[in-house]
């Protein structure tokens, strides 16, 4: 080093004007990249509008493609539903498909609020799948090719969207894996979602008695005691409205009706 | 067993809801409350107007055999409705005006108004009318039982009060005493000044 850039004074002099030298060089190299990243954002953001105009009316009307697209889009790091605030300009560019959500936002809250009559605020995916479609005059059948059509999967991104309402919209997923939309800003204990799980299943059409839940075991094959079975009932009942009670049953003192899981003709 | 329509005997046609047996108990929460009240209410009104029924008491709730019976009773699910809760339902729906209290100052039985006293002074004045009776004298009885069945006959006295002094503070009608009792004239339209 020393014999490098010599002795006294003149080192120092010339040890100043190399790292001058490098920082010249560095901020060059650094500007080349810019400019270079520059252009490659310029290209994929044309290719995306691009795309997402091309493709519009396939975005909209295919739910497999609308999947595929979220998916690349969720995937380089671009949220179409961010909105226009957070999301910049991605939000602009792909404002068809962010429309479409809020859109269906829109249609899940007013099944959402007009059923929750009857159901107490709890829905299930599949049964607001139904009525979406019968919203939006989608002819009823498995057909998820058909054009226009809602999926699940389309219902579980809206209704992340409309948290930022604060209204409490949220999926809950029960022990038997079926999924629910539910309404009312209400936090659902461990036993409720026991409760509902078991008041839907076959034949019970929401059916419930305090010895139904006594006689049922969990995974480990553990019952509930009594009181635990009236609490969680009477806390249903009383406290949230997610079930009717009927005193004239001749087998039983009262029995529970899980509102949601009654069926209706 | 989804909950399903009925139609009775009668051609009334119940709400599936009629079909669920926790309809026929006072629900606890006061949401499902309101709810379950509404419809019931619903029921009864529309059931009094197809069958023109115009008192319901408690007792038809208690003892069956009577005409409210294919409504407080679900034979096919073993329910009735509680006489307790008909009698709250009572005061749902006098609260909302939709029926009162026959003879007042009690809560056992009311007068049903499937039309309100109102809508019954302008059916009244449009058969009066229409029966060419204006300015002639008429007693309560030759309006509620007519030699020829018009919508008014079996109008129960105290809705017939009613409506006539509806009609009566728009200068239509006037309560005459007559050697028989009460009478009533009806006065045509005139042009308003």
Redesign the interface.
Known sequence: MHRLNGVGLAALDRHTSTSRSYDLLSTSLSQQQVAHLHSQLNSFRSALTTFATNHRDDILHDPAFRHQFTQMCSSIGVDPLAGPRRGGWWAELLSSVGDWQYELGVQIVDICVSTRERNGGMIELSELVRLIRKLRGVPDGQDEKKKGTVTEEDIIRSVKTLSPLGAGYTIVTLDDGRRMVRSVPKELDEDQAVILALARAPGRYGKLTIDDLVLQRDEGGRGWTRERARGALENMLLRDGLCWVDEQDPVHDKVYWVTSAMKWD | ?????HTTTSGFLLP??HS??????Q??????LS??TDQWIQIILKYARHRRLFTIRVQDAETPGNVWDEILRNERI???L?PSYLSYIFTQMVSRKVAAYDPPKQDRSILIYWRLPEEWAEVLYEWVSSTANMNTIMTFYEITDPPIESPLSALPIPLLRQAIAILAKSNRAQIIAIAEGEGVRFFPTTIKA
Do not use: C, E, G, Y
């Open positions: 067993m989804a909950l399903s329509t599936s809801i669920a047996p926790p309809f026929f108990t629900q606890p929460h006061p949401t499902s709810i379950a073993n329910r009735k509680l």
